[in-house]
């Protein structure tokens, strides 16, 4: 019986054995038919993809890198981020550029109270966050710059100011010094109503201290170009004009000579005639500081050159030529101060004549030099020459012009003028004339 149960496990088990084998050639058929369907399948996907990337790829290089950029969309597209990894990632650069801002950045509330600081105000105006968290936006400024910035806020909340305001103020520093600043402040709008400011405090130190430095530079180069060319003159210079020249009605030209200046130079070294000349010019220049007419031309050798009425917009010859009068007789007086500096004996010899017109202008541009041209200039360089040591000669038209009876003037008669042929000259001397003191003395 056991060996009959043993024969028919066995033919039990050949049965099921074939059954199995059936089956399993029946899916292996079709699995190797399902995995070349799927391998022609995944061979067609793979090349309509590289169709398609190359498409894009294409397509992308025609597009503006800028624009790829300020696009929200593509770049979640491009760099696989969500929107709230796109988010924190703005949030975290905002906070970095906050952070590392050189320029101190404070946010308040719309009631001007500090909520938010960066470092940098530290550094610029010396206040740890703790000393501001809570405080008015007005205590980092003077106090008249801080009721002006919250009352320019005040509008803004009221929409009378546009929600930018710029402007320069004093801030001060936590050691109570005051900081000059550029101050930009934002009205943040939520709700067309503006529920915060922010505030940008740039250190102007340097720019102020290098704005200083310039107008000082410039004060110093004008200075040097009012001793070179005249005031009215510097003024078109710095306005930019070229070709400066205009007509003068009329004007008092002078000349003042040395007498026999070589003849005293002859035992002196260079470098002690041209301190002592500079020293008899720098008396002349001295006493011209008073008469506010006057300005000096040129220096030819030991001839001063000076004019006066050149700048007038009235003409008004009976002032500039007193001026000069007076200007040429402080000069022959002043001389004896100038001989005991020196312990010389020196004189002088002005010629002096009012008359017109002239033509004044700046000549070159590489050196530019201001000077006068016309008649009146030779008639006055010809009374110099013609003139009598320590006094002033002057033509019959310049004595019309003088307070004759405040002046000690007595008339020469011809006297012959090389080109111009004789004319009627008077020699004016320092003091007053016997007229003047005589009236004086009535008064008295």
Known sequence: KLNKIVQRFEELIGIQNSKMNSEAIIFLFFGCLIAVVQFIFCFVIRRFTMETFYTVLALGRRIPPHQIVSSRKMKITFLCQSDTETELDITSISQNILHNSKDAVIITTENLIIEVVNPAITDILGFTPDQL?????????????????????????????????????????????????????????????INSFVFILRDETEITRQQQEAEKAKAVSENLLYQILPRDIVF????????????????????????????????????????????????FDKFMKKYPLIIKIKLIGDDYMAASGLFETEDNPKEHATQSMHFCLDCISGLEEVNIKLNANLQVRCGMNTSGPLIAGVLGTNKPV??????????????????????????QNTYEYLPTQELNIEPRGEVFLKGKGKAMTYLVSPGMSIFSITANSKET
């Open 370 to 395: 201001f000077d006068i041209i016309g008649d009146p200039i030779n008639v006055a360089a010809r009374l110099q020459t013609t003139d009598v040591p320590g006094k002033v000669q002057i033509t």
């Open 236 to 283: 078109k210079l710095n306005r930019g004009e070229k070709d400066i020249s205009f007509t003068v009605k009329s004007a008092s030209i002078i000349f003042i000579d040395i007498v026999k200046f070589s003849e005293y130079t002859t035992n002196l070294t260079p470098s002690e005639i041209m301190g002592n000349l500079s020293i008899v010019f720098a008396s």
């Open 133 to 193: 968290l809570g405080q008015s936006i007005s205590i980092v400024f003077r106090e008249k710059d801080g009721e002006s910035l919250i009352k320019e806020m005040e509008s803004m909340k009221e929409g009378q100011n546009p929600t930018i305001y710029e402007n320069h103020y004093n801030c001060v520093s936590d050691s109570m010094n005051e900081i000059p600043c550029l101050v930009t402040a934002l009205g943040m709008k939520n709700d067309n109503t």
